[in-house]
């Protein structure tokens, strides 16, 4: 038999605590210790702000990567949306008439 290690005595109580969401700053009850935001969406928002050179230029490899690809889906997007695109510009223009 193995003596079983010393469980290091926490000061802190387990108890309900609330932290402050690093993103957008509410205050939330985290369901683990090292949570740090209130939700799914503030974490990987402030990991958009965070990592946005990094975001931008795996996006950039991406695109450079499957130039052909993207510009295939781009063009069956508007060849699908043809009429949108066309109605939008069309107000969007009426719009600007109007000002
Ligand atoms: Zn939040």
Redesign the pocket.
């Known amino acids: 038999m193995e003596d079983k290690p010393e469980k290091p005595e926490k000061p802190e109580k387990p108890e309900k605590r609330t932290k402050v969401?690093?993103?957008?700053?509410?205050v939330?009850t985290p369901n683990a210790n090292n949570q740090k935001?209130?939700?799914e969406?503030?974490k990987s928002?402030k990991y958009r702000i965070e990592n946005k050179e990094k975001i931008a230029k795996r996006v950039k490899k991406y695109r450079e990567a499957n130039k052909e690809k993207i510009a295939a889906q781009k063009k069956r997007y508007y060849q699908d949306n043809k009429n949108k695109f066309a109605e939008r510009t069309k107000k969007y223009r009426e719009k600007k008439k109007a000002k």
């Not at 969401?21 to 509410?26: N, P, R």
């Open positions: 969401c690093e993103h957008c700053g509410k939330f935001f209130c939700k969406s503030c928002a």
